[in-house]
């Protein structure tokens, strides 16, 4: 018994369902769609067949075959990844194809059986009438049918010369000569005008020993013509299906010789019909030695997906071959031969697109953030956290820590994910030009504004997530407008007068500290607080204890692709040399510093080591180089004064190194932003 899932339930699916229900070796496991409604699932249901709208909890069933109906390529694509190598995948157009055709054979198959059932029960069972005779000329059988058209009761015949029923009857000629008449006509006594065989009946020594007569009234010979000629037209329109299909049929007998091919075979194959069609399987598709039709006709057993070139011209193709199988006699077996260089072609046309997409989509999730760090860690649980929500989130962090990483990924983790993501570096354009891109503007807004007016990113992106960069560089005017997006969520164009409302959720990021520019009124403070409600502190690398190894092993992976080396791994020496270094510039800072290194490593060398690394002086060595140094020049100097000077530039040190970040700066001085604001200012640093 074969089990399959049809995947789609509109009427293509409904009516391939009440065809294979009938099929006694099939059984439906289930229908499959997304409608409810739809018309195979009410007919499912009648018949007490699953259904449901997730086909992988059927696909778990492992099911013999899948018959996709409803013509989506991507849905036929997941269902192609999603199932068994075991279970062949076909589409509608082929299967109704294959039901006709088995059902054709099988039609065949009960007329023969009937035809043998006709000989043993030949009295009762066939249409046509006969009468069968001994060698005296005396009545032995007389069928219903004969019966009928002489309009006697058989049951009083039996026994009687044939002559005193028919009158002259050719019978006594056949027994005297013992030849046969065949395909004459004859008017019975009733009137009734038949076709009539007269044929001896001999014994094993030839000897005559009775003569039989089979008629039938010509008015049903010709109706079995006209039923002849419907079989011949429906063979025609069987064949022409075939013929149309796109992919290549090939079909064998139970021993291996070609019963049939369709002309998208002969293109395929380059094998012409009169090289396969009363031909060994040997000369068919083949895999290895072995014909892949004599493989299935030994093993009885479906093969499927099998990727093979064949053909002239070595054609790329997948192959599923399948015995056919009737009332549980081996019949022969049908291959489909798919070619799949227009897969081959679609699949990079979808991955140009995808490619295009995703340039205005997120790139990245949660998954693509290296760290187990505990600052790390709270930092994506945060992260996830806003993901669920629609509330505004401020990413805050150094230069170079992976805000925007953030950023993709709590836009991917969102309900907004199948919608835009644009990205916005508000320190990267000028004040006018960064209006009419955030907020759009109406025609004749300016000098060169487009024809028409243009929506501004915010419109673009509703429905989706705008990403702020840098937005601690935006400019008062700018901060106003964007203030009414945050409170009203409405956008008025340059130009133009009228709201639009916009359905957009905000991320931003910066690594200004923005207390400050409140303070010094470059950020406004209402702002800020539209913002801030959800803040998200991404930590700098120096902070995220064991995470440098991490992120290492994960950019030696990223520069093996790029540059072509084969780096298995870095030594321990190599990762205590890093950890020497406090990397103001953070993961963008390491990722350039190995990047560096593997370019001038050998295609054989393996493992990352310090004399790879570039040379550079460690920040706390630089510090106390700078103590030193100033101790020997300047013995004559005041304490107060060398000590002041000291930690001027020891101030300064850890100011650059932690990227210009008062909060870090203060935090690595252990003392509060107050104090450094002081000593910033005393150091010359505005």
């Known amino acids: ?207 005559v020993m009775g003569a039989v007569a089979v008629f039938r009234e010509v008015s049903e010979l010709q109706h079995f013509i006209q039923k002849i000629m419907d079989l011949e037209d429906m063979k025609s329109y069987l ?15 139970v021993n291996g010789i070609g019963l049939l091919i369709n002309p998208a075979y002969t293109r395929l194959t380059g094998l012409q019909p009169e090289e396969v069609i009363g031909k060994p399987a040997e000369v068919d598709i083949s895999e290895g030695a072995e014909s892949m039709h004599m493989k299935v006709l030994r093993t009885r057993q479906v093969v499927r997906g099998v990727q093979m070139e064949v053909g002239p011209h070595r054609r790329d193709v997948i192959v599923n071959v399948a015995p056919i199988i009737l009332q549980g006699e081996l019949k022969g077996s049908v291959a489909i031969v798919h070619d799949t260089s227009e897969l081959k072609q679609l699949t990079q046309d979808l991955e140009r697109a995808r490619s295009i997409i995703r340039k205005l989509e997120a790139k990245y999730t949660f998954d693509d953030i290296i760290g187990e760090s505990e600052q790390m860690q709270i930092a994506m649980q945060l992260a996830k956290q806003a993901a669920d929500t629609r509330a505004t989130v401020l990413l805050r962090g150094e230069s170079g820590t992976g805000k925007e990483l953030f950023a993709h990924a709590i836009h991917n983790a969102s309900n907004r994910k199948y919608n835009q993501f644009i990205r916005v570096n508000c320190a990267a354009l000028s004040e006018s030009l960064l209006e009419s891109e955030l907020f759009g503007y109406e025609e004749g807004a300016f000098t060169g504004a487009k024809r028409g007016g243009k929506k501004g990113l915010f419109e673009e992106a509703s429905g989706g997530t705008i990403f702020l960069d840098e937005i601690g560089e935006l400019q008062p005017s700018i901060q106003a407008k964007l203030l009414r997006v945050l409170q009203e969520r409405e956008v008025i164009r340059v130009g133009g007068t009228k709201s639009i409302p916009v359905d957009v959720r905000v991320i931003a990021a910066t690594n200004v500290f923005l207390e400050r520019a409140m303070e010094e009124k470059k950020f406004r403070e209402d702002l800020f607080f539209r913002l801030n409600v959800f803040p998200i502190m991404i930590p700098p690398l120096r902070q995220r204890d064991g995470d440098l190894e991490l992120l290492a092993i994960h950019l030696i992976r990223k520069f093996n692709q790029e540059y072509g080396r084969n780096v298995r791994a870095i030594s321990p020496e190599g990762i205590q040399l890093l950890s020497q270094y406090l990397f103001p510039g953070n993961v963008r800072e390491l990722e350039n510093f190995l990047g560096r290194a593997m370019i001038h490593m050998t295609v054989q060398e393996q493992k990352l080591a310090p004399e790879h690394l570039p040379k550079f002086e460690f920040q706390r060595n630089q510090v106390d180089y700078v103590v030193k140094e100033e101790l020997v020049d300047d013995l004559n100097r005041p304490l107060k004064n060398y000590l002041t000077d000291a930690e001027n530039r020891y101030v300064t040190q850890i100011y650059q190194a932690c990227g210009q970040n008062k909060t870090q700066t203060a935090k690595q001085l252990g003392i509060s932003i107050r104090s450094l604001y002081y000593k910033l200012e005393r150091a010359g640093i505005t």
């Open 239 to 253: 064949q022409a299906i075939i013929d149309s299909s796109d992919d290549a049929i090939s079909v064998v007998d």
């Open 1 to 207: 018994m074969q089990k399959v899932l049809i995947v789609g339930g509109g009427k293509g699916g409904a009516a391939l369902l009440r065809t294979l229900s009938d099929v006694e070796f099939i059984e439906v496991i289930g229908i499959v769609d997304l409608l409810p409604s739809a018309p195979a699932i009410g007919e499912a249901k009648r018949r007490g067949i699953a259904t449901g709208t997730d086909m992988n909890s059927f696909l778990e069933l492992m099911p013999d075959v899948v018959i996709e109906v409803t013509g989506d390529s991507t849905v036929y694509d997941q269902i192609n990844s999603s199932k068994s190598k075991k279970t062949l995948l076909v589409s509608g157009d082929t299967a109704n194809l294959m039901v006709q055709l088995v059902e054709e054979k099988e039609s065949w198959f009960q007329a023969w059986i009937q035809r043998q059932k006709e000989l043993e029960a030949i009295i009762d069972s066939t249409h046509d009438g006969m009468i069968a005779v001994n060698a005296r000329g005396e009545i032995t059988i007389l069928n219903a049918s004969a019966e009928k058209m002489l309009k006697v009761h058989r049951t009083e015949l039996i026994g009687m010369p044939l002559r005193e029923v028919v009158g002259h009857t050719r019978l006594e000629e056949v027994l005297r000569t013992g030849e046969s008449e065949l395909n004459q006509t004859f008017q019975l006594p009733s009137g009734t005008e038949i076709v009539t065989n007269r044929v001896p009946v001999k014994n094993h020594e030839g000897k």
